[in-house]
């Protein structure tokens, strides 16, 4: 199995304090793979540094086998290293279709990015549906589905998701994850962050666990799911 994302001693930090404290880690292809942890676990703090927002103290972050540690964001974006963001940061004022057409920034091809468009509407049907309505008139769940779908209007290779089950209700969580699965057998690679232990191993193949800027276990999402140390730290058995 190839790697398409490999993180080689990670270290980030807020001034002078590190909140990323050393992580090595790989994503395969083709596998959605996930990072949990506690809330300030570092999580967040990760995907940053990986999609170029925040600067790395020490480490190196090769995507496809090739070294991107000092690439700017932008870049990363058009070799197809692409986040969707947390808290959706949707543009409110403008329409759903404006929203997605904003996530091809990086593209040129017109048919291509409009062949694009037509796959996130097979995807998501209620965003077709909405295409011509303000984006801040769509319910929490809805807004999600168009942050997930401006960034793969962005032809991403591997996806990285921040909370996307974050102050959903339970159906909608269940909704995106399947969507999740969906994208992941078209062939993409995910990166799912999650604060919700249980939904998010569920899905993935493989996970990390991280506890204050440390990786402290990693197995098959199935095997996480019966670790006692996890059942006990974050499924409450
Ligand atoms: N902008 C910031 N400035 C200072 N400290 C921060 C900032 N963002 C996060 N932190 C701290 O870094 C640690 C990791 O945070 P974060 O990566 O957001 O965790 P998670 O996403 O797992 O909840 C926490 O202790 C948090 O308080
Ligand atoms: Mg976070």
Redesign the pocket.
């Known amino acids: 199995m190839s790697v398409i994302l490999r993180v080689h001693d990670l270290a980030v930090s807020?001034?002078h304090?590190e909140?990323v404290k050393g992580l090595t880690f790989h994503l395969d292809s083709g596998e959605i793979t996930a990072l949990v942890?506690?809330?300030?676990?570092?999580?967040?703090?990760?995907l940053l540094a990986l999609s170029g927002l925040l600067k790395p103290g020490r480490g190196r972050i090769e995507f496809e086998g090739e070294d991107i540690t000092h690439l700017p964001p932008h870049q990363r974006v058009a070799r197809g290293l692409v986040q969707v963001a947390e808290g959706r940061a949707i543009l409110t004022t403008l329409t759903v279709a404006e929203n997605l057409q904003l996530g091809a920034y990086t593209r040129t091809d017109k048919a291509r990015i409009s062949a694009s468009l037509e796959e996130v509407y097979h995807l998501f049907p209620r965003l077709k549906d909405r295409a011509g309505q303000f984006a801040g008139n769509l319910s929490g769940g809805e807004q999600q589905m168009l942050a997930i779908g401006r960034a793969l209007m962005a032809k991403p290779r591997l996806l990285l998701l921040d909370e996307p089950s974050m102050g959903l209700a339970p159906l909608m969580v269940q909704e995106i994850f399947r969507t999740l699965v969906q994208i992941n057998q078209g062939g993409l690679s995910v990166m799912l962050v999650e604060q919700n232990v249980k939904q998010a191993l569920k899905i993935a193949r493989h996970g990390y666990v991280?506890e204050t800027?440390h990786i402290v276990l990693t197995d098959s999402g199935d095997n996480l799911l019966r670790n006692p140390k996890v059942l006990e730290a974050y499924l409450g058995t």
Do not use: D, P, R
């Open positions: 807020y001034g304090i909140a942890g506690a809330n300030g676990a570092g999580k967040s703090t990760t991280i800027g």
